[in-house]
């Protein structure tokens, strides 16, 4: 059985930082693009980051350019996002997603095979 479950989200105040994690089981994310997308009340999913599985290569969004990090690490089977800065606009869920096409995308969240279960980010003072 295929899990993919996150972890790490939480409350922070404006200017802090989180790093979220998602672990997986049941596949090896080395052969998978991997993405962060994040999903705010009353508003369609959007694709935060993903990384390529072909080449470690990674894309952002320009919200978050500059401000957040992807990276993997294949021994571990986990894929980490680092937040800083963060705005009161990056609070939503935070769902990470499998996909197993080498390139990945911030766009077609259709693509990817496999999603966690979302964690809260909520960016308050």
């Known amino acids: 059985q295929v899990q993919l479950v996150e972890s790490g989200g939480g409350l922070v105040q404006p200017g802090g930082s989180l790093r979220l994690s998602c672990a997986a089981s049941?596949?090896?994310?080395?052969?998978?693009?991997l993405g962060w997308f994040r999903q705010a009340p009353g508003k369609e999913r959007e694709g935060v980051s993903c990384i390529n599985s072909s080449d470690g290569s990674a894309d952002y969004v320009d919200s978050v350019k500059g401000r957040f990090t992807i990276s993997r690490d294949n021994d571990k089977n986990t894929v980490y996002l680092q937040m800083n800065s963060l705005k009161p606009g990056d609070t939503g869920v935070y769902y990470c997603a499998a996909d197993a096409f080498p390139i990945c995308s911030t766009t077609n969240w259709g693509d990817y095979d496999y999603w966690g279960q979302g964690t809260q980010v909520t960016v308050s003072s």
């Open positions: 049941g596949l090896a994310l080395d052969y998978y693009a």
